[in-house]
């Protein structure tokens, strides 16, 4: 067995006096892939970000940290200067704010291979060709002069992978570096960052909360919880024989698949040829447009979830705002036998009580500035006659419904976690007794233990209250765990839509193929 490249011993980081990290083991040998896996606060970036020495200058650090024997910690910063980029590189989970939006591409990859390499002039640009070729940026040549924000998420990616390999480093931490991308983006750059790895033969530090992808890339794997390591082994034996309970627990976090139950219900919603189209500018008299959607129809039976998946870009969003008339469209909606596409706002207000909506990021979504009680009331008292005690009652058992304790409601977002701020949005949705509830991407944001908790908590609900909802998302595990019928779009057009079971079963349409195939198909079975 080769040395370690990677020592890490008895780490401890801690901020302002609390312990973030609590005195880890790692190892990470020439060429293998460590996966380090766990809950939001669980540590893994803050042990990665250690490596490098990025953490704020507010942390205290201790312990050791060796590069083929050299101590890290401590270290000057000239030192790190020349490590950085050259023999440890580093992938952020969100390359637009990774990457600098004022300087081009060829700019930014010039300024490694400057600050790192003898290259000059003409050889850094071959270099630059060179690497943007390796990542799979297509005709690379006319990509050099365009700033980040004229890329896709996808491209970006690459474009980071390219500068973190430009000094061919002898370890990469890969820091969430897919989640941000859809289910085909994020599996063309795992395939990319394992391919990549074992040309070069560097070693890895993959950092991830999601168990399915760390299956796919890694060879071993350290899980962490409360800055702990609670259980390390090869990643067969992690997935097949879990040894520590946290460790089970994550892996019986992935979404289930077993059957919804469903009873016989009429169309609460029905869509004909609804169409939007978005001005691109220009003057009146030759004004371009951008065709978002185009002709979708759609009927939703009372009690059910209808999923709709695609890409970034595909028109699931905006099919579901315009359903709820939150953006202009063409078309027909038919919602409970009211035609709603000729209603204005005026006419629309008393709608909005049966049609509520549960955003992506509830962090967002929410008013900082509003206590839960404010926040979760405020749609009683714009719908109802409700008293303020009425209401604070109303929302004392919203809260208890959705699984979190009344005496919560007197304190603001910013003290809650991720997952209990979307159950505060589904709280405020849920308090006016919707009919129908738009869920955008309502668990992407979420780690899938807590992603679990949210989809069982909306299935109850469903059940409780007869609620429908039109679920939009990428992630298809998520999908097939809540939805009944499951609807596919792609450049503003259904593909094809059907049962869920039937659709994941036998998929008809090859674009639906190579999402599935991209979802749930082993990384060593790829060509």
Not at 40 to 53: C, D, E, R, Y
Not at 225 to 247: I, M, W
Request: with cysteine; net charge neutral; proline share 5%.
């Amino acid at each position: 067995m080769p040395e370690p490249l990677i020592e890490i011993r008895n780490l401890r980081v801690s901020f302002a006096g609390q312990p973030v990290v609590r005195g880890i083991d790692l190892d990470i040998r020439q060429g293998e892939c460590l996966a380090l896996v766990g809950e939001s606060g669980s540590g893994k970036s803050v042990t990665a970000h250690s490596i490098l020495q990025l953490l704020p200058s507010s942390s205290r650090t201790e312990g050791s940290i060796r590069l083929r024997g050299e101590e890290l910690l401590g270290v000057g910063a000239a030192r790190l200067g020349k490590l950085r980029g050259n023999q440890v590189a580093m992938i952020f989970q969100e390359p637009m704010s990774s990457l600098n939006p004022l300087h081009t591409i060829e700019r930014q990859l010039s300024e490694t291979l400057r600050l790192h390499t003898a290259l000059d002039g003409h050889a850094i640009r071959r270099r630059i060709l060179e690497l943007l070729d390796r990542v799979g940026i297509q005709q690379p040549a006319q990509r050099l002069k365009a700033y980040p924000h004229q890329l896709s998420g996808g491209q970006r990616q690459r474009v980071m992978i390219a500068m973190a390999l430009a000094c061919e480093p002898q370890l990469l931490i890969a820091d969430e570096p897919t989640t941000a991308l859809d289910v085909t983006v994020q599996r063309k750059i795992l395939l990319l960052l394992r391919d990549l790895q074992q040309q070069m033969g560097m070693a890895m530090l993959f950092i991830s909360h999601d168990l399915n992808l760390v299956r796919q890339i890694a060879q071993r794997v350290a899980v962490m919880r409360g800055g702990e390591v609670v259980e390390q082994a090869r990643c067969d034996d992690l997935f097949t024989h879990p040894q520590h309970p946290y460790t089970r627990q994550l892996l019986d976090a992935e979404p289930g698949s077993d059957p919804l139950p469903v009873a016989p219900s009429e169309n609460l919603l029905r869509v004909h040829k609804l169409a939007v189209r978005f001005s691109l500018g220009g003057p009146f008299w030759r004004r371009d447009y951008l065709q978002a959607l185009q002709g979708i129809d759609l009927s939703i039976r009372q009690g059910t979830t209808l999923g709709i998946v695609g890409e970034s870009g595909s028109g699931k969003s905006t099919l579901g705002q315009a359903i709820f008339k939150l953006i202009e469209a063409q078309g027909s909606i038919q919602f409970d036998g009211t035609a709603l596409e000729s209603l204005d706002t005026r006419q629309m207000r008393p709608w909005r009580k049966r049609m509520q909506v549960v955003f992506q990021d509830p962090y967002g979504s929410l008013s900082p500035r509003f206590s839960v009680l404010q926040i979760i009331a405020e749609g009683l008292r714009v719908h109802t006659n409700l008293t303020a005690q009425e209401r604070e009652t109303a929302v004392i058992n919203v809260l208890e419904e959705v699984g979190l304790d009344p005496s919560v409601r007197h304190r603001y977002p910013h003290e809650f976690s991720g997952g209990q701020r979307q159950r505060i949005a589904i709280a405020r949705a849920l308090v006016l007794k919707p009919d129908l509830m738009l869920l955008d991407e309502p668990t992407s944001a979420l780690d899938r233990t807590v992603q679990k908790q949210i989809i069982v908590l909306l299935r109850r609900l469903q059940l409780e209250h007869g609620l429908t909802y039109l679920f939009i998302s990428h992630d298809l595990a998520v999908v097939r765990a809540l939805a009944h019928d499951i609807m596919v779009i792609k450049d503003g057009h259904v593909l094809e839509q059907g049962a869920t079971q039937a659709i994941f079963d036998a998929p008809q349409h090859p674009y639906t193929q190579q999402l599935l195939a991209a979802a749930f198909t082993d990384l060593s079975r790829a060509d």
